[in-house]
T-cell receptor
């Protein structure tokens, strides 16, 4: 059963802690993406990777970091430097120009 | 970054009515995509358009790639309660450096009253 998985669905952290969000895909897609969605808003691109061991900053990369050591995996770390980390985080992968999304992780930082 | 103007922002309709929404931009796009997002879930791809003037259907959904390549339209016919959700347009800008990256509209929130 092919798809994109994100875990966990809900994540709670204390302010000042780094937290890593998981994203795995078994679709054999080369490109992967991380987006942030705030209530009532659209999707904003954080980081993207077009190939293993390579990634680029998106529109709102400050306070985030990523790695792409394997084709299947693209974890996102939300660092303590991110001023407003509470949000819904979406991972996607793409074939040609069509992006397919995971179910999302809702991160709450207090 | 580049933004798409998606309208309307929200719609409240009766079950059975048809729905229309659109996205416009000042830039040329070479791909238009339409997604639906249910609350607390990731967006699901509904329709992908690749050619100017292309008209594509997926069940009760029909989308068109505008002739100018700067806009796209989505129509839903005979709406049902499960059509409720947020609909996003997304486009890929024409140009080599933007390969794979999408620009998203702000979304249209659709509410269907039984």
């Amino acid at each position: 059963d092919g798809g994109i998985t994100q875990s966990p669905k809900y994540l709670f952290r204390k302010e000042g802690q780094n937290v890593t969000l998981s994203c795995e895909q078994n679709l054999n897609h080369d490109a992967m993406y991380w987006y942030r969605q705030d209530p009532g808003q659209g999707l904003r691109l954080i980081y993207y990777s077009q190939i293993v061991n390579d990634f680029q900053k998106g529109d709102i990369a400050e306070g985030y970091s990523v790695s792409r050591e394997k084709k299947e995996s693209f974890p996102l770390t939300v660092t303590s430097a991110q001023k407003n980390p509470t949000a819904f985080y979406l991972c996607a992968s793409s074939i040609e120009n069509e992006q397919y999304f995971g179910p999302g992780t809702r991160l709450t930082v207090t | 970054g580049q933004q798409l103007n998606q309208s309307p922002q929200s719609m409240f309709i009766q079950e059975g009515e048809d729905v229309s929404m659109n996205c416009t931009s000042s830039s040329i796009f070479n791909t238009w995509l339409w997604y639906k997002q249910d609350p607390g879930e990731g967006p699901v791809l509904l329709i992908a358009l690749y050619k100017a003037g292309e008209l594509t259907s997926n069940g009760r959904l029909t989308a068109q790639f505008g002739i100018t390549r700067k806009d796209s339209f989505l129509n839903i016919s005979a709406s049902i309660p499960s059509d409720v959700g947020i609909y996003f347009c997304a486009g890929q800008l024409s140009g080599g450096t933007s390969y794979g990256k999408l620009t998203f509209g702000q979304g249209t929130i659709l509410t269907v009253h039984p």
